[in-house]
């Protein structure tokens, strides 16, 4: 079956760890994103990526890194920099970068948690 | 920036009612919008997407509209079910960059 697979699904992590979640799809979507979701909130954009090789930084990119080096994976690091990384983090892909083509489609989601 | 408004109080609906959503934007209109459902600790579900030229998109018992001048669209949920119980997400990519940002959400709890 096609889509995408986030893992871990739950991440406990000291402070000043670094930690890497996984995110792996199948669809041969071009583009790739990583969104950060708190109570109560929307999702926010962490980074982007509309091509192999290249990521854009979103709106909330301070303290996290990703890297694009091949189309179907698009991992995210949380660094010791992020002050506040308690969160449920997902993963998205779509066909193309904007565009009329533009669904989102979802991971089942990494929650990290510090103790 | 771009900022996207849901209600953020849940709307209580009795089954078979029609449950009304608002998503309300700033700024820059979208060339197109989306809705997405979020169950509880699940990533969001595409349901709809409306362009700027659209006044209206019907999928099974949902229904979307648009209005760039009011900048909202309106997701209706007709002969509701407690199966559609959730959070509604609605969607913008700016200028259609890939850049998709999110409202809060709303959610949605149906009574039998």
């Known amino acids: 079956d096609g889509g995408i697979t986030q893992s871990p699904k739950y991440l406990f992590r000291k402070e000043g760890q670094n930690v890497t979640l996984s995110c792996e799809q199948n669809l041969n979507h071009d583009a790739m994103y990583w969104y950060r979701q708190d109570p109560g909130q929307g999702l926010r954009l962490i980074y982007y990526?509309?091509?192999?090789?290249?990521?854009q930084k979103g709106d909330i990119a301070e303290g996290y890194s990703v890297s694009r080096e091949k189309k179907e994976s698009f991992p995210l690091t949380v660094t010791s920099a992020q002050k506040n990384p308690t969160a449920f983090y997902l993963c998205a892909s779509s066909m193309t970068a904007g565009g009329l083509s533009g669904e989102l489609f979802f991971g089942e989601g990494s929650r990290l948690t510090v103790l | 920036s771009q900022k996207i408004e849901q209600n953020s109080e849940a709307l209580n609906i009795q089954e078979g009612k029609t449950a009304t959503l608002t998503c309300n934007y700033t700024n820059y209109s979208p060339a197109y919008l989306q809705w997405y459902r979020q169950d509880p600790g699940r990533g969001p579900v595409f349901l709809l997407l409306i362009r700027e030229n659209e006044k209206e998109k019907r999928k099974e018992r949902l229904k979307v509209t648009f209005d760039t001048t009011l900048k909202q669209s309106l997701f209706h949920i007709t002969a509701s079910q407690p199966a559609d119980s959730a959070t509604y997400l609605c969607a913008l990519d700016i200028y259609s960059w890939g850049k998709f940002q999110f409202g809060a959400g709303t959610q949605v709890v149906v009574t039998p």
């Open positions: 990526s509309q091509i192999v090789n290249d990521f």
